[in-house]
T-cell receptor, first 111, second 115 residues
Framework: DAKTTQPTSMDCAEGRAANLPCNHS???????VYWYRQIHSQGPQYIIH???NNETNEMASLIITEDRKSSTLILPHATLRDTAVYYC????????????FGQGTELSVKP | DAGVIQSPRHEVTEMGQEVTLRCKPI?????LFWYRQTMMRGLELLIY????????DSGMPEDRFSAKMPNASFSTLKIQPSEPRDSAVYFC?????????????FGPGTRLTVL
């Protein structure tokens, strides 16, 4: 699975959009981009995934560049409850596939 | 749906003792994963099962660690004998065959402290 690079930490003001970048320059054609987050002391939680088109769900939007070498997770209106570590993971879409977690980005949403 | 259930939530034991962690996956999910999280190493996959069969146990650190899945609704992770460096939070996760990109659902974790 391709490796990802994320900033160690970021701050965001409550109510503003949080834009979390991820570099995955060695991504291959059949690898998807996944985002999970881990709120303190809880298990990780799935947010969104995508292959090459931008994706949106009730939690967030995922923007993937045309060359697929980087992506951005967008939380449109961050709240204090969005404070967490956000993990960008690249892996082949298959049944039962494992997740390889990096260090992630620690997002702090401040009032 | 109760989600993934793990027990115990906290375990404190002494070095050399046997420790058994338990996991009940979400009903209908056919993949089960055991992860370990420490400050030094982050979240790392230990082993995962598909349809109760171990598929990849390359993350299991030593022979002291063993995992079983006797049926679709139950799995155990055993450490024998336990050592202080095994202190960590152990997460179990399950995943369905289909659905949102094989989204994994994580349990609340078991915090293990080995004295």
């Amino acid at each position: 699975d391709a490796k990802t690079t994320q900033p160690t930490s970021m701050d965001c003001a409550e109510g503003r959009a949080a834009n979390l970048p991820c570099n995955h320059s060695t991504i291959s054609g059949n690898e998807y981009v996944y985002w999970y987050r881990q709120i303190h002391s809880q298990g990780p939680q799935y947010i969104i995934h995508g292959l090459k088109n931008n994706e949106t769900n009730e939690m967030a939007s995922l923007i993937i560049t045309e060359d697929r070498k980087s992506s951005t997770l967008i939380l449109p209106h961050a709240t204090l409850r969005d404070t967490a570590v956000y993990y960008c993971i690249v892996r082949v879409y298959n049944q039962g596939g494992k997740l390889i977690f990096g260090q992630g980005t620690e997002l702090s949403v401040k009032p | 749906d109760a989600g993934v259930i793990q027990s115990p939530r906290h375990e404190v034991t002494e070095m050399g003792q046997e420790v058994t962690l338990r996991c009940k996956p979400i009903s209908g999910h056919n993949s089960l994963f055991w992860y370990r999280q420490t400050m030094m190493r982050g979240l790392e996959l230990l082993i995962y099962f598909n349809n109760n069969v171990p598929i990849d146990d390359s993350g299991m650190p030593e022979d002291r660690f063993s995992a079983k899945m006797p049926n679709a609704s139950f799995s155990t992770l055993k450490i024998q004998p336990s050592e202080p460096r095994d202190s960590a939070v152990y997460f179990c996760a399950s995943s369905p065959t289909s659905g949102r990109g094989n989204e994994q659902f994580f349990g609340p974790g078991t915090r293990l402290t080995v004295l």
